[in-house]
């Protein structure tokens, strides 16, 4: 049976730059495929939105296996964003998103600054409702740094996705940075309707029997409840220094996490890992949020954001 | 085909041997939807900080009485946690997962190898192979005899005794079971009845050897993959296998898969 959030009078719509969302809650993009393979557990289109799985022009094989690691209330990956190119996405799942009726959010990557703007522009014709730009990929433009911790290559590659679309457009920062806040203004500055945050964190695990890595790439990102005291840190940096609304995640899988991001300034938040361990975690999280506003008084849930006494 | 999520009540939890449990929970949609070689992802209870569910081979589903058993051996903190549950307990599975065994059309004789808790999932493989008039040859191999956990289950489907061998020669042949294997395969040969079906559950090492020498002689064979798994729904792509047509993912696209599409 198919779970949908419960009925509430508390008003839980709320606009992310843009993009009108039903409730604050989607997904973070990775953790959810398109929403088919959830469909069964969550009736999809009643999440806020669905943020798809990362694609890129022409599809990645993705990394060697084993691709993940359990760790202390938490999980390594590296799946290094196997996708099957922008096409598949255009044939297959955004028309099944369409049918059904989902806000749909597309995650778009890229190795170069050009695969950005064409992965942009063969979806401008698509069922999309808003981009989120991830700029944690290595940028062959620039000898395989990660784009988004430099300034330069954020401005460039927010600038030119800017520049190709009129649609939302939500750019994720990942948090292996020294000041998240000055990326932001930098993504803000070069035209993201939007800030999403955090996309995981650098680790390691190592197993001292076999005195191997636990994944075949050494090193990955941790996701899961342990990351969330980290990513509610940055995402209140974040709201402090930028005007555009903020999308949070990181290690959310109750109501009660959704509401601490919201009062830490998060506009709407997104459910990662946690759907991993439980299907019906979006939906929990929509009621979870619903069941603190009715025992609150809160009527609004924009009344939320941004409301950390301190 | 649709997955369901169910609280599982456990209704016996106990070792059959050698590290070795048993589990038989009370899950009806997913004892009633269930095919050979599907698995269920189980989120067991209490386990705190280890937040991933632990997928787990289908040992035997019974629609009537609406449970679902479960063999698994104990190899690390999931499934030592496992052990410490009783009746009264519940865990919370995702099932039915996967491709299962697939049975070429017209299956007359299928030879069924299995390494250790590998017998699980093959296990409603050769019920199903009896209940089709299928000539069924088993070969079970284990560590020691205290490990053969499944030889008597696999008796009373087959109405004679699995073919054993034992690391140890504490039961049936000493040394590994493929030269069983070997031998099966000669013989059918030699008699002219071939096999049109092998499958095999078991270490990696025993899969790929088995698949060989089902290729070197003809035969049609399917293995089932184990790998490290997330989300177990086919959203997260952790659980890769490489094939002959690329990345496929252990949870939906198999866990059981022709030995042929495998790049080992």
Redesign the interface.
């Known amino acids: 049976m198919s779970r949908e959030p419960r009925a509430t009078n508390v008003n839980l719509a709320v606009n992310l730059g843009g993009l009108a969302m039903k409730n604050p809650v989607t997904v973070a993009s990775g953790t959810f495929g398109a929403g088919m393979e959830y469909h069964d557990f969550v009736n999809v289109a009643t999440l806020g939105a669905v943020t798809t799985k990362g694609v890129s022009l022409n599809g990645w094989e993705g990394n060697a296996s084993p691709r993940i690691a359990e760790t202390a209330s938490g999980m390594l990956n590296s799946i290094g964003l196997q996708n099957p190119g922008v096409q598949h996405l255009k044939d297959i799942e955004l028309p099944w998103l369409e049918s059904i009726g989902a806000t749909t959010i597309v995650n778009v990557s890229g190795h170069s600054f050009d695969e950005y703007v064409s992965v942009i522009e063969a979806l401008e014709e698509a069922p999309v409702d808003a981009y989120e730009v991830n700029i944690s990929c290595p940028n062959v433009d620039a000898g395989g740094m990660t784009m988004g911790c430099h300034v330069p290559s954020v401005e460039k590659v927010v600038g030119l996705c800017r520049a190709a679309t009129k649609r939302p457009l939500i750019v994720k920062l990942t948090p292996n940075v020294t000041d998240v806040a000055e990326i932001a203004r930098a993504a803000e500055a070069a035209g993201a309707d939007a800030i999403s945050l955090i996309n995981t964190l650098l680790g390691m695990a190592v197993d001292a029997r076999t005195r191997k890595p636990l994944l075949a790439r050494v090193v990955g990102g941790f996701s899961g409840p342990a990351v969330k005291p980290v990513a509610l840190r940055m995402v209140w940096q974040v709201a402090g220094a930028v005007s555009v609304p903020v999308l949070g995640m990181g290690g959310i899988s109750s109501g009660t996490d959704a509401v601490e991001f919201m009062l830490a300034g998060a506009t709407a938040v997104a459910v990662g890992t946690a759907n991993f361990c439980n299907p019906t975690a979006t939906v929990d999280v929509i009621d979870g949020i619903i069941d603190y506003c009715e025992s609150q008084g809160v009527s609004d849930v924009n009344e939320l954001i941004g409301g950390l006494l301190c | 085909m ?4 169910e609280t599982a009540p456990v209704l016996a939890n106990e070792e059959a041997g050698c590290r070795i449990w048993l589990m038989t929970v009370r899950a009806p949609e997913i004892a009633a939807t269930a095919r050979p070689g599907q698995f269920v992802h189980v ?1 067991i209870p209490g386990m ?6 632990r997928p787990l081979g289908i040992y035997a589903a019974d629609r009537e009485a609406g449970t679902v058993d479960m063999m698994y051996q104990v190899l690390g903190f999931g499934t030592e946690h496992m052990t410490e549950l009783a009746a009264g307990d519940a865990v919370e599975m ?1 099932g039915p997962i996967g491709r299962g065994w697939e049975v070429p059309e017209g299956c007359k004789r299928a030879l069924v190898v299995a390494g250790g808790v590998g017998s699980a999932p093959l296990y409603p493989l050769v019920e199903e192979l009896v209940a089709r008039g299928v000539a069924v040859t088993s070969v079970l191999g284990a560590s020691t005899i205290d490990a053969l956990v499944a030889r008597e289950r696999y008796g009373a489907a087959l109405g004679c005794e699995p073919v054993c061998s034992t690391d140890d020669g504490t039961f049936g042949h000493e040394g590994f079971c493929t030269p069983l294997v070997e031998e099966a395969l000669r013989e059918a040969a030699a008699s002219g009845e071939l096999f049109d079906y092998v499958a095999c559950c078991g270490p990696e090492p025993l899969m790929r050897l088995v698949a060989s020498m089902a290729e070197e002689a003809g035969v049609f064979c399917e293995v089932s993959l184990e ?16 094939t002959v047509d ?2 496929k993912r252990a949870c ?1 696209d198999g866990p059981v898969f022709p030995s042929k599409k495998v790049v080992w």
Not at chain 2, 2 to 5: C, D, Q, V
């Open positions: 649709t997955l369901y999520n989120k705190e900080g280890h937040i991933l569910r995702i790998r490290r798994m997330a989300c177990g729904v086919g959203a997260c792509l952790s659980c890769v296998v490489d690329g990345k939906v």
